[in-house]
């Protein structure tokens, strides 16, 4: 493979890795724990864009189920990111479009 193909490859890459970021940062992924009582949204870059908490859970006797929460909650978008982003992936050619595979 000559440098001139090597360099397109490399380009090519960036272009598909910027084409897969922008479709991302239109998707919407919500996690949720505490029964529902909290709710963590973010965007397909794992930009956490709002977060929203039942007043109840408020309450200074209820810290520990807060914290908890939002870690939960948190950690349920990013799962749900990470499968998004595999999807956008492959729906994009994934590594055979790369001639990686």
Do not use: P, Y
């Amino acid at each position: 493979m000559s440098m001139f193909s090597k360099l397109k490859q490399i380009k090519d890459l960036r272009q598909q890795a910027k084409s897969i970021q922008s479709s991302l940062s239109q998707e919407h992924i919500e996690g949720t724990a505490a029964w529902g009582k909290i709710k963590i949204q973010m965007n397909g870059n794992q930009e956490v864009e709002c977060v929203n908490i039942d007043q109840e859970l408020l309450r200074s006797d209820k810290k520990a189920d807060l914290e908890n929460g939002v870690k939960e909650a948190i950690n349920e978008a990013v799962k749900k990111v990470h499968k998004v982003m595999a999807a956008k992936f492959r729906e994009s050619g994934g590594l055979e479009k790369l001639g990686l595979k």
